[in-house]
């Protein structure tokens, strides 16, 4: 398969879907290991004295969270290969996979006691040539709802890049 057509093989691919419960110490853990003291983070008083409904998370924690708060019971029956299917079919050409850029889209603030179920898929995939290599870069998104709302509250964007 040529590489613009394998790139183009791969939007629309299903990277993630998992129900995650977001808990108040996993997210005071992660405030602490990047730093944060604001007590928001720690505190429902301080939260609520923010205007929040309950504590926060740091902005950033949703590049976490999937990994905290994921209970078994929780998940879809079929979770598919994920995101590491298309990053095993880059590995098997050679060359590096680096973590790309990464940034968040908070619809509202994500709260300890949500409920979120997110699903993902590759938005976009294409090649640049840098250098006399090849650098292939893989966009996931992935977009976490209210469970009981549907609402969306937040969405992901994570690029993976292949350089051969």
Known sequence: MADDEFLRSLIGTPT????????RGPVSFFAQAVLDDDPI??????????GFDAIPVPPTFPFVMRHWGAFDELQPADQGEGLQGVIDQLKARGGLILHGEQ???????VVVGDVLVGRGSIVDAYAKESGGRTMTFIVDETVWRDQVTGEPVVSTRFNVIHRL
């Open 16 to 23: 993630a879907a998992a129900t995650v419960v977001i808990e």
């Open 41 to 50: 983070y720690r505190d429902s008083e301080a939260a609520a004295a923010a």
């Open 103 to 109: 940034s968040f889209h908070h619809h509202r603030p």
